[in-house]
């Protein structure tokens, strides 16, 4: 497993924008696909957004399709999240992941990650 930490959270009003990153160490990050989840108080986690090993393939949630944009520099070590037109609705702890290594398929379900970050807080004012 590698080590994930977060960071780019904070405070914005809606309508503005935010970039997480997500810096991975610990093993050879082009061998990893990996995601971005987000957690509000008293909800379940929820799917975001994940890109494959060399970043050809990108899926997002519905919910911020058109508005969220992953990426990532293998060379780096990093992933990005860039968040524009965001909403209240937004506001959670954002959590990168990474899947086992190796590993081709992307996917939005968290059980198919298992290394993840401690989180980044994003709260959006109305």
């Known amino acids: 497993q590698v080590q994930l930490v977060e960071s780019g959270g904070g405070l914005v009003q809606a309508g503005g924008s935010l970039k997480l990153s997500c810096a991975v160490s610990?093993?050879?990050?082009?061998?990893?696909?990996m995601g971005w989840f987000r957690q509000a108080p008293g909800k379940e986690r929820e799917f975001v957004s994940a890109?494959?090993?060399?970043?050809?393939?990108?899926i997002y949630a519905d919910s911020v399709k058109g508005r969220f944009t992953i990426s990532r520099d293998n060379d780096k070590n990093t992933v990005s999240l860039q968040m524009n037109s965001l909403k209240p609705e937004d506001a959670a702890v954002y959590s990168c992941a990474a899947r086992p290594a190796y590993t081709r398929n992307i996917s939005l379900k968290a059980e198919d990650y298992d290394s993840w970050g401690q989180g980044t807080q994003v709260t959006v004012s109305s």
């Open positions: 610990g093993g050879t990050f082009a061998i990893y696909t």
């Open positions: 890109i494959s090993r060399g970043g050809s393939s990108k």
